[in-house]
């Protein structure tokens, strides 16, 4: 999602973004605070610092006590907040959630919607009529935006603001295919926004490489895992690489048993998500149970990867040899990427409700065993264990303030 190059304005455009993104993490820094955080020098910050204050972007706050006696206050630095303004929306099969931003990535107003009944163009009415709802509220103006995102669960034409194919309970009636969310969007609200739509998983992995990775690594593959699936990103020099087709990030369609296994949504049988999905779970069981390796679990009882982990932390000896062989397969996922893109890392994130420290470990140790046995290279996993859905707010919040420096910093190079 960066800027593509090495240009002296790509470099700028990096160092504009990141410092954004420090300043994020605070009320307030000083140069000095800055300094150590982005390992510049003090002028190369200072001269970033002094063209983001000179477009209004940053603001000078109030002098810091000083340090030694007698000696000069150190001036502060902010975002300034009321720049301009940004919107996220979530979107799933059910509802819609929608907030406002301001240039500090703050939220100032949140609406949720009922989407259940809704065709896709009374869909499209709706999140327009959430934003105005929104707007007026905070009394911002159309104008004062910079832009919109939207995250949904499926494919997507990033590129070009089309939502391929929506994932979801009966979405193919509702939603169809091919379907120009951006420019439908935009028509709505009879403006011309930068309304960049995206799927989920990508917003998420974008926030948790600049959270975990923080710039020290290049590349990064980031998986995500919930009871219905698995997602990735790939992320190099800190952009989204998504392929020719956008289907770089579908790792969870690799088969993994050919012989068989479960049916996957995707109309094949052995996908390694469908591993997790709650009928394979419950069928699995239910043979441990008939034959007699489940003890102290009924037929039934185990029907999704959730309950599984409740029966693993309570110290099930099925439930847990379960997390055990559920950790060994992920460790063969994390080869396989390593052989197919050699990231410098991998960002492992569970949107289970229990972390289970169990499955991290079972993941690492066969992790460290194939690295052993056949790469000679280390697995480096890092494990993300913060809200998906807040990585996913935050991804997109600042993916399109990034995007908005970009445009803003190409204008004046």
């Not at 099930?316 to 197919?340: D, K, P, S």
Request: charged share 25%.
């Amino acid at each position: 999602m960066d800027a593509k190059g090495t240009r002296p304005q790509d470099l700028r455009i990096k160092n504009c973004r990141r410092l954004l993104r420090i300043l994020s993490e605070e009320d307030s820094q000083t140069v000095n605070e800055i300094v150590a955080k982005m390992r510049l020098s003090r002028t190369a910050v200072q001269n970033i610092l002094a063209k983001l204050t000179e477009d209004g972007m940053v603001i000078e706050r109030e002098k810091r006590s000083s340090t030694r006696q007698g000696g000069k206050r150190a001036a502060s630095y902010a975002i300034s907040p009321d720049y301009k303004y940004s919107i996220f929306i979530y979107v799933s099969a059910n509802n819609a959630i929608a907030e406002l931003n301001n240039f500090a990535l703050t939220r100032l107003e949140y609406r949720i919607a009922d989407l259940s009944r809704l065709s896709y163009p009374e869909i499209v009415q709706q999140l327009g009529a959430l934003i105005r709802m929104m707007l007026e509220e905070a009394r911002v103006g159309m104008e004062e935006l910079y832009g919109i995102a939207i995250a949904v669960s499926g494919m997507v034409d990033s590129d070009n603001g089309i939502l391929l194919e929506f994932t979801g309970s009966d979405t193919c009636g509702k939603w169809g295919h091919n379907r120009p969310l951006s420019r439908d969007l935009c028509d709505c609200l009879g403006c011309d926004l930068d309304v960049y739509l995206d799927n989920m998983c990508n917003f998420s992995g974008y926030a948790s490489y600049l959270a975990m990775a923080q710039g020290e690594d290049d590349s990064c593959v980031y998986v995500m895992a919930h009871s219905c699936g698995i997602g990735a990103t790939y992320i190099k020099e800190g952009r989204v690489i998504k392929g020719s087709h956008g289907l770089l990030g579908e790792i969870g369609h690799t088969m993994v048993n050919f012989e068989g296994g479960y049916p996957c949504r995707c109309g094949r049988r052995g996908c390694f998500e469908s591993m997790l999905y709650p009928e394979s779970i419950r069928l699995r069981i239910n043979r441990a149970v008939e034959q007699g390796l489940a003890a102290g679990l009924e037929a039934d009882e185990i029907c999704s990867v959730d309950d599984l982990l409740r029966a693993a932390q309570e110290g099930n000896a099925c439930a847990v040899e379960q997390i055990r062989l559920i950790g060994q397969y992920f460790a063969g996922l994390f080869y396989n990427i390593q052989l197919m893109i050699d990231p410098d890392c991998i960002i492992f994130h569970d949107a289970f409700p229990i972390q289970l420290d169990m499955l991290h470990e079972s993941m690492a140790a066969f992790s460290r065993q194939e690295e052993e046995r056949h790469l000679k290279v280390p697995i480096k996993v890092l494990f993300d264990n913060s809200l998906f859905t807040e990585q996913v707010r935050k991804g997109a919040a600042y993916y399109l303030r990034n995007r908005f420096m970009n445009q803003v910093t190409e204008k004046h190079s």
